[in-house]
């Protein structure tokens, strides 16, 4: 017999389960040193022993059409906007870009403003310098990053631009499946050139049509799961492993991925989230 040793941190799933107690949604916690999944929870669920022997052939057509879906797993399966969680990444790919540096201010007057083009954002104090900007979710810092990596003279089309960006997101596992030792994970969504040109037309799109992608918003969509490792990557300053449950035996091999981007850029930006919990928008639960 194959003795399966799972990676869950009893505590830990026990815990995030107590979270989720009535919610709908999922959590993911990984350790980035090795990809290893601590606690995994889908919510709504359902009692698996309900599903053993005889019990399954009363308990299964309900929890199969229950309207709440216990059976999907949204931790995996589920894509949502990563909203403010996705600034970071995007701050990373600024910094690499060489479009910002750990100085540059952009203004915020309650949002984004662009001939007519309006982002809006909460009242904070501006110009907001990088780590200011991620403390307090900027996201009229974000729109200015987007637009301006983009739009690099570098970049002859508005095409080669977002193609450029649209790299780094399958470098940080968005987009592209993770390669989970459980089945039925969804790769999440990237909108593709294709994408645009289908809404606009081939070469009418500009950057300023897609803005909101700056904020995690609009036409991108990933699971919780490549949310919790997009965070596993910033903590190890430009690379993750495979994430799996299974600790021992290692039945798929776990490789490493690395991001292209420097790592001296990754510190700024961890400052900047844990000033989230000190001076930013989440202090009142630091």
């Given at each position: 017999?194959?003795?399966?040793?799972?990676?869950?941190?009893?505590?830990?799933?026990?815990?995030?389960?107590?979270?989720?107690?009535?919610?709908?949604?999922?959590?993911?916690?990984?350790?980035?040193?090795?990809?290893?999944?601590?606690?995994?929870?889908?919510?709504?669920?359902?009692?698996?022993?309900?599903?053993?022997?005889?019990?399954?052939?009363?308990?299964?057509?309900?929890?199969?059409?229950?309207?709440?879906?216990?059976?999907?797993?949204?931790?995996?399966?589920?894509?949502?906007?990563?909203?403010?969680?996705?600034?970071?990444?995007?701050?990373?790919?600024?910094?690499?870009?060489?479009?910002?540096?750990?100085?540059?201010?952009?203004?915020?007057?309650?949002?984004?403003?662009?001939?007519?083009?309006?982002?809006?954002?909460?009242?904070?104090?501006?110009?907001?310098?990088?780590?200011?900007?991620?403390?307090?979710?900027?996201n009229s810092y974000?729109?200015?990053?987007?637009?301006?990596?983009?739009?690099?003279?570098?970049?002859?089309?508005?095409?080669?631009?977002?193609?450029?960006?649209?790299?780094?997101?399958?470098?940080?596992?968005?987009?592209?499946?993770?390669?989970?030792?459980?089945?039925?994970?969804v790769k999440g969504?990237?909108?593709?050139?294709?994408?645009?040109?289908?809404?606009?037309?081939?070469?009418?799109?500009?950057?300023?049509?897609?803005?909101?992608?700056?904020?995690?918003?609009?036409?991108?969509?990933?699971?919780?799961?490549?949310?919790?490792?997009?965070?596993?990557?910033?903590?190890?300053?430009?690379?993750?492993?495979?994430?799996?449950?299974?600790?021992?035996?290692?039945?798929?091999?776990?490789?490493?991925?690395?991001?292209?981007?420097?790592?001296?850029?990754?510190?700024?930006?961890?400052?900047?989230?844990?000033?989230?919990?000190?001076?930013?928008?989440?202090?009142?639960?630091?």
């Amino acid at each position: 017999t194959l003795d399966i040793r799972p990676s869950l941190d009893i505590e830990l799933q026990q815990y995030a389960q107590k979270l989720m107690s009535g919610k709908r949604g999922g959590i993911v916690a990984i350790e980035p040193k090795t990809g290893e999944i601590l606690a995994l929870v889908s919510s709504p669920s359902f009692d698996p022993d309900q599903l053993n022997g005889r019990n399954r052939s009363i308990f299964y057509p309900k929890i199969s059409t229950d309207p709440n879906k216990p059976l999907y797993n949204r931790a995996i399966t589920g894509t949502y906007p990563p909203g403010s969680t996705f600034k970071p990444i995007m701050a990373l790919i600024g910094l690499q870009e060489g479009v910002i540096n750990p100085a540059t201010r952009y203004p915020c007057h309650m949002g984004y403003i662009m001939r007519g083009l309006r982002v809006g954002c909460h009242a904070h104090r501006s110009n907001l310098n990088l780590k200011e900007s991620i403390a307090q979710s900027c996201n009229s810092y974000y729109c200015h990053t987007f637009r301006n990596t983009i739009d690099q003279q570098k970049y002859t089309t508005t095409e080669e631009g977002f193609l450029a960006w649209r790299d780094y997101m399958t470098q940080f596992g968005l987009g592209v499946p993770l390669d989970l030792d459980l089945p039925n994970e969804v790769k999440g969504i990237v909108p593709t050139v294709d994408k645009f040109d289908n809404i606009y037309g081939a070469g009418r799109w500009r950057s300023s049509y897609i803005i909101s992608l700056a904020i995690g918003q609009a036409e991108i969509s990933i699971t919780p799961l490549q949310m919790a490792n997009m965070t596993a990557i910033i903590a190890n300053k430009g690379h993750y492993y495979n994430p799996h449950l299974v600790k021992e035996p290692i039945i798929k091999p776990v490789t490493r991925h690395t991001v292209k981007i420097d790592k001296t850029h990754f510190e700024t930006v961890i400052e900047g989230m844990n000033e989230v919990f000190i001076s930013g928008t989440a202090r009142w639960y630091g």
